[in-house]
């Protein structure tokens, strides 16, 4: 599956978390990289001349689709009306690519269609229905996009596949490890791949190229120069996965081992009855946290079209969830070996004993005799 597909990002595209986890060394946002990207695509394609040709304002229209990706840009999120690319009275128009008030847009329709017929697993989201009863209705003195009220269920339906897509896939513990294994290739062999970047560009070193000459960037950095950027495409893992280059034999061992399914080993899985912090941990929810998004989303019924309100309590259902967040705690062996697999179970069965803030199902061993947790330790650091 690696090399089939040369998508322009496409490592980040298959492997958006795992690359999420290594481009938190560079505290990258997925936001910022799209709006960095189209400035990019514009320039390179010179789409300004095209744009006026069609009647857009460049400068506005830009900073517009960048709003609708976004949300309000740094400079102007204190203001009253905190986007510039459109009018207050336009402001329905936000909530179609990237809906800030309650995650329903557009986006979330791709991805969940799109996800669930490769993966197999039922979408009961209808977006034709969502589609054909929106209406943009005047709440608290702006527009935005309602439906109807008998769509209440539709849109649990939404909010319910995407926790199930993330459930079953997403944060499958198999997707987890493969995700936490390329992040560790990654840090082992950044900075020794060169990736160029736009011409006169200051690469990783700071040095900027002069005319004709291009700055140097590695994976870590490549984020700061979108045409390095756009080189960051699924041949990164098979570069690494080819080499013969001694400084890349540890990054390619551990795509070697990928390819090869010798992945390192689920030990356990917890849930927190309390929410943890300081831990590193799985955040399962509906898009907003512990709140339920359908509670911010506006209904208009057949008698009164163009009067939207939240969904009262009294004729809300009552035949849903009350809770819409939750944590996991997944644990892995990086020794495969069944000996050390073994250990790192009853290791972790101790260790659950004197953690009772987490549930969950027991580890499947057999009356694992008593252990000494130290010695266990010291063993398989």
């Known amino acids: 599956m690696w090399g089939k597909l040369k998508y322009v990002g496409l490592l980040y595209l298959c492997f958006k978390s795992c690359v999420d986890t290594f481009m938190s060394l560079c505290v990258l946002q997925h936001e910022k990289g799209s709006c960095d990207m189209l400035d990019h695509l514009v320039e390179q394609n010179n789409l300004k001349p095209a744009m006026k040709k069609y009647g857009l304002i460049p400068e506005k229209d830009i900073r517009f689709i960048k709003e609708m990706i976004a949300g ?6 204190e203001q009253e009306w905190p986007y510039k690319g459109r009018k207050e009275e336009k402001s329905f128009l936000y909530e179609i690519v990237s809906n800030k008030r309650n995650g329903v847009d557009v986006d979330k329709f791709d991805y969940l269609a799109r996800d669930s017929s490769y993966l197999g697993i039922k979408n009961n989201f ?7 009863f929106a209406r943009v209705c005047k709440v608290d003195g702006r527009k935005t996009i309602c439906t109807r009220d008998k769509e209440e269920d539709n849109m649990y339906d939404l909010f319910y596949t995407r926790h199930r897509l993330h459930k079953r896939a997403y944060q499958h513990r198999v997707n987890k490890v493969i995700e936490h294994m390329i992040a560790e290739a990654f840090v082992k062999a950044d900075g020794h791949i060169e990736i160029e970047g736009s ?10 190229g002069s005319k004709g000459s291009r700055g140097l960037f590695t994976l870590s950095t490549a984020f700061k120069n979108m045409e ?3 080189k960051l495409t699924d041949n990164v893992f098979e570069e690494i996965l080819n080499s013969s280059r001694p400084e890349l034999q540890e990054a390619k061992k551990i795509l070697q081992d990928i390819v090869s399914r010798k992945i390192y080993k689920f030990v356990g899985e917890r849930k927190p009855k309390d929410p943890i912090e300081d831990w590193k941990v799985i955040n399962m929810d509906y898009g907003m946290k512990d709140e339920n998004p359908v509670e911010h989303m506006h209904f208009y019924s057949k008698y009164e079209p163009d009067v939207a309100k939240t969904m009262s309590t009294e004729n809300a259902s009552r035949i ?5 967040s939750e944590q996991l705690i997944k644990v892995f062996c990086k020794k495969i070996d069944e000996q050390s697999v073994e250990a790192a179970k009853k290791h972790f069965e101790q260790w659950m004993k004197t953690k009772p803030n987490l549930v969950g199902p027991e580890v499947n061993l057999s009356d694992p005799p008593a252990v000494d947790t130290k010695e266990i330790t010291k063993q398989h650091e």
């Open 72 to 77: 309000p840009l740094q400079e102007s999120k």
């Open 320 to 324: 849903r969830t009350t809770i819409f």
């Open 228 to 230: 390095a950027y756009t």
């Open 126 to 132: 209808d977006f034709h229905r969502f589609l054909q």
């Open 199 to 208: 011409e006169g560009s200051a690469g990783s070193e700071g040095t900027i």
